[in-house]
């Protein structure tokens, strides 16, 4: 839970609001997963925050990410969504930095199997390497209040969005540094990682719609710590983009 990493874009989006819709008085949100009109609030083409340009999707069907959560609560509470709305923390919501708002999604902590489904009426979190951030209901939901993050897969429910059955806990966690059609070029990715001195680091072949695919990553991880170390080491190599990959 981070004060910091949620207020610029707020205010960001505040201003982005004022400009193109007029106030409005929020309906009340549904209490289960549906297909829901775009708001007119929170939705601009992009915005940035922190030099980090942020381009909103055009819908949240077959969205599916791995990666960390946080939460927000008390801080918070009572006060305005990207939406409009009013946060509130005893409610199953949270926030993200790029789906369309409001979006219904089901975050499965894959450290105990637990999943959630959550309303989406915010943006954030802004902090390097999270993907979501939850209200203090859905973190308790979860079993993540005391730790204040978890590592996650974040499935959207959206009317096209493939089957959202939960995954079930997953003990072995790793970091994806790049994934090539040529056994060659990943090779030479995994050398290089591993002449910086990166423990684990392994060539994964994969078949992904129809095609062969070879995975560098390195690992395995076990706690959301061990993960951020390993991101800013493969950062630190070269690495633009890395991201969690599953075992």
Known sequence: ???????????????????????????PAPDVPRDEPRASRGNPPFYEVAGRRYVVLADAAGYVEQGVASWYGPDFHGKRTATGETYDMHAM??????????????????????????????????????????SRAAAERLDMIGSGTALVEVRSLATGSPGAAAPAPVSRFYAQAGAFAEPGNAERLATRLREAGIAG??????????????????????????????????????????RLALE
Not at 1 to 27: I, Y
Request: charged residues 25%.
């Open 93 to 134: 919501t949270g926030a993200h930095p790029t789906l369309p708002l409001p979006a219904w999604v089901r975050v499965t902590n894959l450290q105990n199997g637990r999943s959630v489904d959550v309303r989406l009426n915010d943006r954030g979190p802004f902090a390097k390497d999270r993907i979501i951030d939850l």
């Open 1 to 27: 839970m981070n004060r910091a990493h949620r207020l610029p874009a707020l205010l960001v989006l505040a201003a982005l609001a004022a400009c193109s819709a007029p106030p409005q008085r929020p309906q």
């Open 201 to 242: 680091v392994a060539v994964a072949e994969a078949r992904v719609d129809g095609r062969r695919l070879f995975r560098v990553r390195a690992g395995p991880v076990g706690s959301v710590a061990e993960f951020d170390q390993l991101m800013d080491r493969l950062r630190g190599a070269g690495v633009e983009s890395p």
